[in-house]
């Protein structure tokens, strides 16, 4: 038990220490070859007033898959499913941020076809949903094959979509990522899920190193190509390990440790369908935005949301012990 306590901390420490000294080389680039996020007067959620380098993502990426490979030494299919996909997201989400540092937006069609294929990936390697335990007979129920696959797709691609749309924020995604990650981790040591507890070791260490340089005022942003990749991570920890032998009750865990940028765009979904908008058109109606309109400042903000969210992650905890 020392031991795999020890691999945890030095996987945490190593990946902190390679997105924190990887950002500043990176930021330096970016200005070099304009790719920031300028700031516009004329768009209600570009709340930062001087251009931002949008470079942070390669680091993450970095960091992430390196510590991973390095300390599980996992190389399987799902390994590959996990880094293909992350792979997909980061050059489709280059591509997105780069359309920003233009002043203009990139079509939400071929993002959601992206981001849906690195799902199907992480389907076809093994990873899914397939049922949960029943609380009465004590039976497995499994679900169809085709429930199977939308009810996975469907978290994967709902996950990644969340944690982008909570990125408008100095410090907030970054916040939010950490506190789910760190929940999830907590998860999967109860139920001694080694691969998804060294996931979420890993994903908080590249997060935290992050917030270093992205808390208010933020120094670099990790754009679209950083935000869905942290979401699609989260989306396959959680697959992987609470979402693994659950019963009914238990399903609640992730969703609560994922809870606040869940509840949030939900909310900002229905309300965009019942006002005829498109889902997907980037408006300025996220609780962060609504709750600065409320005259809070940025970093009380994402105090609030970070203890709502934490509030929320300690729920699901209690709910796992009480499932132990």
Same mark, same amino acid.
């Given at each position: ?24 080389? !990176? ?7 304009? &790719? ?28 992430? &898959? ?8 996992? &190389? ?32 939400? !069609? ?40 939308? !009810? =996975? ?48 070791? %890993?994903?908080?260490?590249? =997060? ?21 990749? !942290? ?5 396959? %920890?959680?697959?992987?390990?609470? &979402? ?81």
């Amino acid at each position: 038990m020392a031991v795999i306590f020890i691999l945890y901390v030095l996987a945490f420490l190593l990946s902190y220490a390679i997105v924190y000294f990887l950002i500043p080389p !990176l930021r330096r680039l970016a200005f070099r070859l304009d &790719f920031v996020d300028k700031p516009r007067q004329d768009v209600e959620r570009k709340i930062h007033r001087e251009p931002i380098p949008l470079t942070a993502s390669y680091a993450i990426f970095a960091g992430f &898959f390196i510590v991973y490979l390095l300390f599980s030494r996992d &190389f399987s299919l799902e390994t590959l499913a996990l880094f293909a996909g992350g792979i997909l997201l980061l050059t489709i989400g280059t591509v997105d941020d780069w359309y920003k540092t233009k002043g203009k937006e990139f079509p939400a !069609l071929p993002k959601m076809v992206v981001q849906m294929s690195a799902a199907v990936l992480v389907y076809a390697a093994g990873i899914s949903f397939t049922g949960f335990y029943n609380p009465f007979s004590g039976e497995y129920f499994t679900l169809p094959v085709v429930l199977q696959f939308l !009810l =996975t797709i469907l978290w994967i691609f709902g996950v990644t979509t969340v944690i982008n749309f909570t990125d408008g924020m100095d410090g907030l995604a970054a916040s939010l990522t950490a506190i789910s990650g760190t929940t999830l981790f907590i998860v999967a040591l109860v139920k001694n899920q080694s691969p998804s507890a060294m996931m979420a070791i %890993i994903l908080i260490g590249v =997060t935290l190193a992050y917030f270093h340089f992205n808390k208010p005022p933020a120094k670099v942003f990790m754009g679209d190509a950083g935000a869905t990749f !942290l979401g699609f991570i989260l989306s396959v %920890i959680a697959l992987d390990g609470a &979402f693994k032998q659950a019963t009914l009750l238990s399903l609640f865990i992730p969703i609560l440790a994922l809870g606040v940028p869940i509840f949030d765009n939900l909310f900002v979904i229905i309300r965009r369908f019942m006002q005829g908008k498109a889902i997907y058109q980037a408006d300025a109606s996220q609780a962060h935005y609504r709750l600065l309109r409320s005259g809070l400042n940025h970093k009380q903000v994402v105090l609030v949301l970070s203890l709502i969210s934490v509030c929320l992650s300690l729920s699901s905890i209690i709910l796992l012990l009480m499932q132990s």
